[in-house]
């Protein structure tokens, strides 16, 4: 069975970085994309980032551009997701969800982890 899951959210103040990490069983990344998304409080949940398997391309919304960051560890079948100078904005449960069409459908997701930053 195909299984995603994320991890690594906690409190972080405004400025501050955090890692999350998207753990998967049942498939390899390097066979599918991957795409972040998140959901904020009181809001619709969003896309964040899409990359595609090899790792070599990647689609980020403006918001985050600059900041977050997907690196990989294909030993350990793993994708994270590097935030960067922390927003309160970024408040939001983060999940990793296995791509079925790029950006627009998934077929599998992780259930979710929440980051919280403060001001």
């Not at 753990?23 to 066979?31: D, Q, V, Y």
């Not at 970024?90 to 998934?106: E, G, P």
Request: glycine content about 10%; some cysteine.
């Amino acid at each position: 069975d195909v299984q995603l899951q994320a991890s690594g959210g906690g409190l972080v103040q405004a400025g501050g970085s955090l890692r999350l990490s998207c753990e998967a069983s049942g498939f390899t990344l390097k066979n599918g994309a991957i795409t972040w998304f998140r959901q904020a409080p009181g809001k619709e949940r969003e896309g964040v980032i899409c990359i595609d398997p090899s790792g070599a391309y990647a689609y980020y919304i403006d918001s985050v551009k600059g900041r977050f960051t997907v690196p990989r560890d294909n030993a350990e079948n793993t994708l994270y997701l590097q935030m960067n100078s922390l927003v309160p904005e970024d408040t939001a449960v983060y999940y990793c969800a296995k791509v079925m069409i790029w950006w627009t459908r998934m077929d599998y997701w992780g259930k979710g982890t929440l980051v919280t930053v403060s001001s």
